[in-house]
Every structure is written in structure tokens, then in C-alpha cells.
């Protein structure tokens, strides 16, 4: 008898990837959300349920009396989400997968690589403060209630729709104008990047499983290249031979853009390194097949190229990286 699973959400940028393995390793998959996203499409095996899972009532409408072996949901950010799911799902599923972040671990992190026991801590983004809140929570239904829940942090899992810095296509559409891009301190901190498909292998691996019911893992590739490569990967993808990178403080970055700093100070201006051991352990599928960044630029550039209506320029970013590169570009002395 196969795992039967509930995706909440499901076509995002790393559930869709999920929902895609679940079908190919045979499992019974049902996905529930509001039915508006169109971008990613789901395999025809899988079950699709239209509700919005903020309305606990509508949930329960359209589930009935079902109960799955696995349930996870997508959207959940805040600790009342969370308070919502357990009292929503406890006693209907075999276990409850909490996607987290990896940025809700010591930021920054004073070793390296990070571990599971890694402490949680980001004093700079309230997005990871409210995961960890979420957590807590999770940890003391599971051990006062033994509520079946698996927490999942991924770090920067990306498929060919996302590009991997702030600005988006705007840092593309620069590159190839010949204009300066804007890389934060000196370029050479170490990024853990991971493909949604790869990532997939090892989420996929936890439903069902009882011996990840009350553990915590994360989920990343093994490849940590410097941002200097990640622009310089993108860059090549885009036929851009040379790229102008300008390096910029992160503190400095955050002053000039409020909105693009809490992202970067409490996540990418650290180097992020994995020891993915325990997933592993319990998933020895993952890891045995992987998508190198420097592939998956192309792949993502490539997309880009193929849907010229997704290739939109911020003109606030494209206005904040000119200010930034006038004043931190090298000038020839004279």
C-alpha cells in the first residue's frame, strides 16, 4: 500500500519539485490550495483540492473524515499558522512536515559547517524569528502530545524560475547592458545553492517515516560556491564573458534599500555550509544525483529567455544599484 500524502500549497518553487518526486516514487499524492497558480504544472496522477488553507472550516470541507500517512504544508509562516495545523491535523495524519528555513540557524554561525544541533538564532530577520517561533512550538506538541511533526530547513533551494540575488532579472538585464551589478562585501563567502529537484530527493524520502517523526533536518546541496562564482555562473549563462561586479558592504547595502536588507544581513552575507549527514543517513538517495550551479544558471537563463514576459527590470533596484555602484566602483586614478 503506497504513502499517502497532503500538499498544502504544492506549486511553488520547491513543493512543485516535491509533489513531482512524490508521483514518481509512487506515492498517493493529494494537493490542496486556492487553485490561482498556473506557472508549474502537477502530474495528471495527482488528486487536486480547492480550498484556502488559512479558513480551517474550508479545509475541513473538503477534506471530510480523510486522514494521510504524511500532511505538509507550504504556507505556513507565523506561530498561529502553526497552532492552526495542529489542532487541524492532529489525530488525521501519521505525520506533519514543517518546512522551516536554515536561515533561522545562529546567524551568524561561529562554525562551520552547520549541523542540525547548530542553535537557532537570527536577531536580523523577523521571517526566521517567526520560524523558529513556529518550531518551538512544534518541538512541545510533539513531546507533550506526541504530535507526529518533522521539521525541514531548507536553505536556498531555487528551480529555473528563480535567480538567486536580490534584484532578480534586473541583475541580468545589467549584466548584459554592460552595466556594474552589485555583489555584497568582498564576493568570497561561501553560499550553499541547492536545486529543487535534488532537494526533492531527500524530502520525499521523510514522508512515511517514522524515524523522522520529532528530528529536525535540513536539506542542501553539498556545493558552496563564493558569490563571485554564482554571479560570474549567471553571467556566463547569460553571455556575459566579463561581468562588472562591484562589491559593496552588506551594511552598506542594507542602508541604501531597507527592503533588500534584512535578507542580507540575516542570511546571505554569511557563509552557509552544510554537513548533510543525518538526511543522508536516513535518505541514501540523496546526494547520489545533483545539479551544479554553474548547469543550473543556464537552465534558469535559458527559462528566462523562453518567457520574455517574466524578464521585468525593477526600476527602484535598477535606481539603487547605479547609486551604489557610483560610489563603490574602483576609479582609474588619474
Known sequence: MSVSVLFIGGTGRISTSCVREAVAQGLDVTVLNRGRTAERSLPPEVEVLTADAGDPAAVRGVLGDRVFDAVVNWVVFTPEQVRRDIELFAGRTGQYLFISSASAYQTPPTHLPITESTPLRNPFWQYSRDKIACEEILTAAYREDGFPATIVRPSHTYDETMLPFDGGWTVVERMRAGKPVIVHGDGTSLWTITHARDFAVGFTGLLGQEAAIGEAFHITGDEAPTWNQIFTYVAD????????????????????????????????????????????????????????????????????????????????????????ADRYAPHPMV
Not at 282 to 310: I, M, N, S
Not at 316 to 324: C, H, I
Open 237 to 324: 549563462a547569460a553571455g556575459v564573458a566579463e561581468p562588472r561586479l562591484v562589491h559593496v558592504p552588506s551594511d552598506a547595502i542594507a542602508a541604501a534599500d531597507p527592503g533588500w536588507g534584512p535578507g542580507l544581513l540575516g542570511d546571505k552575507a554569511h557563509s552557509m555550509v552544510f554537513d548533510n549527514t543525518k538526511i543522508k543517513r536516513l535518505v541514501p538517495a540523496f546526494g547520489q544525483r545533483t545539479t551544479p550551479y554553474k548547469l543550473g544558471a543556464r537552465e534558469v537563463v535559458a527559462w528566462y529567455d523562453a518567457h520574455p514576459e517574466h524578464k521585468v527590470a525593477d526600476a527602484e533596484a535598477d535606481k539603487v544599484m547605479d547609486w551604489l
